[in-house]
């Protein structure tokens, strides 16, 4: 029900899973292990995929940190999209990837929770995307010492709140890897 006209497909959107961003975060390995469930299936079903990969001054691009994590491998027909802030639409050629692919719905998994993940779900609700998050496919670090909540509550939150976003003609929603659906 996007409101992004002619825009009826559907894309898997994998965002930031890159070594140094997911080294110590909760459920890392069954996080990873999920989003290569939605990958194979995405495939299965040639349902386009888009990398995103993050940089900044703690994530050199180019570095080992800044790369992908080795359990997940992308094909070199999925494009990557590299980005500097937490929204992965911002000043980035996302949208052209998602328009060239009639992309008008997303599927969300990847790191971090509370920061490129949160960024990037509002960011595309805002511009007329359906959004789904796979609520089993998204992982962050323990930033308690800085006061934010433990890991666990913030990826409940966010699932939480998620669950209940609205806007007109569009549809925002949170499943588990094992229920994602690529047809609306």
């Known amino acids: 029900m996007t409101t992004l006209s002619n825009r009826p497909n559907t894309a898997l959107l994998i965002v930031d899973v ?13 996080v990873i292990a999920n989003i290569n469930t939605l990958l194979g299936k995405a495939r299965a079903e040639e349902v386009p995929v888009v990398w995103v990969q993050h940089s900044d001054d703690g994530l050199k691009y180019g570095s080992e940190s800044w790369e992908y994590v080795a359990e997940l491998v992308r094909e070199d ?3 990557v999209v590299h ?3 937490g929204d992965s ?4 050629d996302l949208e052209t990837q998602l328009a060239a692919r009639g992309v008008g719905r997303l599927i969300v998994n990847g790191a971090q929770t509370d920061a490129c993940i949160r960024s990037t779900l509002h ?17 962050t670090e323990d930033l308690t ?4 909540p433990p890991v666990d509550q913030v990826i409940a939150h966010t699932n939480l709140y998620w669950k209940f976003q609205s806007a007109p003609g ?8 094992a229920d994602v659906t690529f047809t609306t």
């Open 89 to 92: 639409f911002e000043d980035t």
């Open 77 to 79: 027909s999925e494009p």
């Open 123 to 139: 960011g595309a609700f805002t511009r007329g995307y359906d959004v789904t998050l796979v609520g089993d496919a998204h992982t």
């Open 170 to 177: 569009r549809e925002a929603s949170v499943v588990d890897a």
């Open 83 to 85: 980005k500097l802030y």
């Open 18 to 30: 890159q070594k140094g961003v997911v080294e110590g975060a909760l459920r890392r390995d069954e």
């Open 145 to 148: 010492a800085y006061g934010a």
